[in-house]
């Protein structure tokens, strides 16, 4: 799986500097690995075995608990309080909510190669999907019945 790094610099985005610290790997002589993708050309991008590969685990790492709490407590129940299909607080607001979600989902699963984090990635992924295709059902009904009338 890989990660996309942006704003590199030209260094970076060749892979002769780390994107973390920016360390020069010709001036330098540190271990150096590869951690990802430049975007703008797929080129892979490297970073400094010790601390900063290290860092961008821990992060990616941190990530995932954040998302696992902040997903362990939020129902896929659907709220009906708003009468507007597009309302925030409504299946509009949820469907937007799981697509956010999905988007971290990606984020984190393009910098994770732990086995069961990118387990617990693909369910969180599943389970979002299939509530935003049925939230996004139900938008789309309301928003049909709404030119019917």
């Given at each position: 799986?890989?990660?996309?790094?942006?704003?590199?610099?030209?260094?970076?985005?060749?892979?002769?500097?780390?994107?973390?610290?920016?360390?020069?790997?010709?001036?330098?002589?540190?271990?150096?690995?590869?951690?990802?993708?430049?975007?703008?050309?797929?080129?892979?991008?490297?970073?400094?075995?010790?601390?900063?590969?290290?860092?961008i685990a821990e992060e990616a790492e941190r990530m995932a608990r954040e998302m696992r709490t902040a997903?362990?407590?939020?129902?896929?129940?659907?709220?009906?309080?708003?009468?507007?299909?597009?309302?925030?607080?409504?299946?509009?607001?949820?469907?937007?909510?799981?697509?956010?979600?999905?988007?971290?989902t990606e984020a984190l699963l393009t910098t994770s190669d732990d086995i069961p984090t990118i387990r617990?990635?693909?369910?969180?992924?599943?389970?979002?999907?299939?509530?935003?295709?049925?939230?996004?059902?139900?938008?789309?009904?309301?928003?049909?019945?709404?030119?019917?009338?």
């Amino acid at each position: 799986m890989e990660r996309y790094f942006w704003h590199l610099s030209g260094p970076q985005a060749d892979g002769l500097a780390c994107v973390v610290c920016s360390a020069n790997f010709l001036i330098n002589r540190v271990t150096s690995i590869a951690v990802g993708r430049s975007p703008a050309d797929e080129s892979q991008v490297f970073a400094c075995k010790e601390p900063c590969a290290e860092r961008i685990a821990e992060e990616a790492e941190r990530m995932a608990r954040e998302m696992r709490t902040a997903t362990g407590t939020t129902a896929l129940d659907m709220p009906h309080g708003d009468d507007s299909p597009f309302g925030v607080d409504g299946p509009f607001g949820s469907l937007l909510r799981d697509l956010r979600t999905l988007a971290g989902t990606e984020a984190l699963l393009t910098t994770s190669d732990d086995i069961p984090t990118i387990r617990f990635l693909l369910s969180l992924a599943a389970r979002h999907a299939e509530a935003a295709m049925m939230r996004a059902r139900l938008v789309l009904a309301q928003t049909q019945e709404g030119e019917a009338e």
